[in-house]
Nanobody, 120 residues
Framework: QVQLVESGGGLVQPGGSLRLSCAAS????????MGWYRQAPGKQRELVAA???????NYADSVKGRFTISRDNAKITVYLHMNSLKPEDTAVYYC??????????????WGQGTQVTVSS
């Protein structure tokens, strides 16, 4: 059983910073990529940032220059450092992992989501 546990969300003022963490656990054989998605009320879930096992990163245009994704392979944890936050960044942020579990099947896994609210 693979689990993704997120932490670090909360309320922050515009211009502030937050760091989200997502720790993967369970019978994991190989991780191809991990990333963060977000979903605001009334909108579709969208990719925020992703990082491959080789360290290649991909960002949504709306967060380039403000957000940084990183990972700690030893801890099987991915981080999202969010700076210069804007009200439009308000959403539920979901961790995502593209991985092969112990059964040998490559699948996508999702965390439970963490709320980020940017408001004065």
């Amino acid at each position: 059983q693979v689990q993704l546990v997120e932490s670090g969300g909360g309320l922050v003022q515009p211009g502030g910073s937050l760091r989200l963490s997502c720790a993967a656990s369970g019978s994991i054989f190989r991780i191809a990529a991990m990333g963060w998605y977000r979903q605001a009320p009334g909108k579709q879930r969208e990719l925020v940032a992703a990082i491959t096992s080789g360290g290649r990163t991909n960002y949504a245009d709306s967060v380039k220059g403000r957000f940084t994704i990183s990972r700690d392979n030893a801890k099987i944890t991915v981080y999202l450092h969010m700076n210069s936050l804007k009200p439009e960044d308000t959403a539920v942020y979901y961790c995502n992992a593209d991985l092969t579990a112990g059964r040998g099947i490559r699948e996508e896994y999702w965390g439970q989501g963490t709320q980020v609210t940017v408001s004065s």
